[in-house]
């Protein structure tokens, strides 16, 4: 079963899509039309009986996994995503959402 839990995310005018399978049955990166698209082992399954934290950090780590396949094969600078990848884990997986107050008038 093919499941893709993380959707399209927007890097350097890609989408990647990282398919959570069973089993990897094609271990490349294929890219088409834009979109950049890698397996990663998951049990789907396992992910419906965890805390909403668990959720969080697996589903980090299977953008993660994937990423690490994706980011070498197209090139992208890594350290970009490390640091990405450390303020997730410093926010301990919360979204933080910050607006400027602006001047801005319609």
Known sequence: ???????????????????????????????YGGVCE?????HVDSFFSMSDQQKKEVTFDLLRKGLDKVI?????????FEQAFSK??????????VLEKTNFKS
């Open 1 to 31: 079963m093919k499941v893709a839990i993380l959707a399209a995310f927007l890097f350097y005018r890609y989408k990647v899509l990282i398919c959570c399978v069973s089993e990897v049955t094609d271990p490349r990166v294929i890219t």
């Open 38 to 42: 890698t397996q990663i082992q998951f």
């Open 72 to 80: 070498p094969e197209k090139g992208w600078d890594s350290d970009s």
């Open 88 to 97: 997730v884990i410093e926010a301990r997986y919360e979204k933080r959402v």
